[in-house]
């Protein structure tokens, strides 16, 4: 992802390493939002990866539904695809959960908003 040009996931994972052991409540865990796409982050190679990343960690991961809008170039992964992940990563013993969207169906869910909004300020200035 571009963002990891700026902030590299080792560097990340480090820091909260860091953060975490330096944290005067060591028990808390750390929480990771993880967005499914499909075909792009949802195999069984991806869970087995994050889990081993995640292992040193004492962390919680929440899966997310990605929420699609009109000319997005990603979509969900399949419910099947997300519990079988979350599975793995249980099974890993990482503290997973599925985390539901809401507002999907009127384009109001978390990401769509923005993109929506976005959408109309450069019709304006067209």
């Known amino acids: ?36 796409l499909r075909g792009v982050n949802d195999s069984k190679h991806h869970a087995v990866e994050l ?12 899966l997310i539904h990605f929420n699609p809008w009109p ?24 503290f997973t959960t599925i985390r539901r969207s809401k507002g999907l169906d009127i384009l109001a869910a978390c990401g769509q908003l923005k993109s929506s909004h976005l959408s109309k300020v450069k019709k304006l200035k067209l």
């Open 1 to 36: 992802m571009p963002i990891n040009r700026t902030y590299p996931i080792d560097s990340l994972i480090s820091s909260i390493k860091l953060f975490s052991k330096a944290s005067s409540s060591q028990n808390k865990r750390v929480t990771f939002e993880y967005v499914m």
């Open 51 to 62: 889990a081993k990343l995640l292992k040193p960690i004492n962390s919680h991961v929440n």
């Open 71 to 94: 000319g997005s170039p990603f979509s969900p992964s399949s419910d099947q695809a997300i519990e079988s992940f979350k599975n793995i990563l249980n099974n890993l013993d990482i």
